[in-house]
């Protein structure tokens, strides 16, 4: 329940907010001026809405704004997968900072990280960016309204976040008590090494994987404060959960506007190798550096 706690006093006033800056349309104000940006990856400038709305909200959000747009399946791919990359900024922010990582450190990757997955699909997908103009359809609605709606939205999602947080940890608490964590483990080894992951990151990254940062945080908390994982391999993993996470449920929300769920998956999977091996390289080179400076 403390973990539980420390999520939903993150989640309600970020969700607040979130709904505020949308009402009074300031999502779409600073669309307007990100909006030149994505024509360079084979995007309609009203993806910058889409992408706004992802970092401050989550992939449900995501998939009902592009069900509006109704794009061509190329560019919703490409945007698609941008927003698996970067949602929920500000909540997942805080996971990966309390379990090891910067927050400044993981904003900038996470964003990086989108850009570069839509330049290279842009890239590799065969056709080109469409000549149709889109338009978001915003339903003006009575302030009271939208509260009421968000008051139902947010209890949903605090019922779902006490549930789940506390269903994993007895789950954790059951393989740990039984010494089945290193059932787990073992046969993920080899995959973990290819990905460049310490072996004790590997609960995490399944959890992280099959339900996301958000919900999974619970686990990856825990095995941080008892000391199960060090912050150091920790923040490898965050190198690697920041960019490739949630891979089952987010994807198979996107197979309702009718994606091709390969591409929503395999390009976040090569990204979140390429940057966990890089922070590897980093940490290295920074160690030799400190090894070869001769004290005064």
């Not at 949308?22 to 779409?28: A, M, R, T």
């Not at 904003?107 to 989108?114: Q, T, V, Y």
């Not at 998956?265 to 080179?285: G, N």
């Not at 920074?286 to 090894?291: D, E, G, P």
Request: positive net charge.
């Amino acid at each position: 329940m403390k973990t539980a706690w420390w999520l939903i006093k993150i989640t309600i006033p970020v969700s607040f907010g979130v709904m505020l800056l949308d009402y009074f349309g300031v999502l779409s104000l600073m669309a307007q001026y990100t909006g030149p940006v994505f024509r360079h990856l084979g995007l309609p400038g009203v993806s910058a809405i889409v992408l706004i709305t992802s970092i401050f909200t989550n992939i449900y959000s995501v998939v009902a704004v592009l069900s509006l747009l109704q794009l061509p399946m190329r560019e919703g791919i490409i945007l698609g997968t941008m927003c698996l990359v970067s949602h929920g900024f500000i909540i997942e922010t805080a996971v990966m900072q309390r379990t090891g990582s910067s927050a400044v450190r993981m904003l900038l990757l996470r964003l990086a990280g989108s850009f570069v997955i839509a330049w290279l699909l842009n890239g590799i997908m065969p056709g080109s960016m469409s000549t149709a103009i889109h338009t978001v359809i915003k339903e003006q609605s009575d302030f009271s309204l939208v509260v009421v709606h968000w008051l139902g939205s947010i209890s949903k999602t605090t019922l779902k976040i006490v549930i789940l947080v506390n269903i994993l940890l007895v789950f954790q608490a059951i393989l740990d008590e039984f010494g089945l964590i290193g059932a787990i483990e073992k046969p993920l080894s080899p995959f973990m090494k290819i990905m460049g992951l310490p072996r004790s990151t590997t609960l995490s990254w399944v959890v992280a994987n099959l339900i996301g940062l958000a919900y999974g945080s619970a686990i990856m908390i825990d095995e941080s404060e008892k000391g199960r994982m060090s912050r150091a391999d920790a923040d490898l993993l965050n190198h690697h959960v920041s960019l490739s996470h949630s891979q089952l449920e987010d994807p198979l929300l996107f197979l309702t506007l009718g994606y091709a769920i390969h591409w929503l998956i395999w390009p976040r999977i090569i990204i979140a190798i390429a940057a966990v091996w890089l922070r590897r390289a980093e940490i290295r080179i920074k160690a030799i550096y400190r090894s070869k400076r001769v004290p005064v």
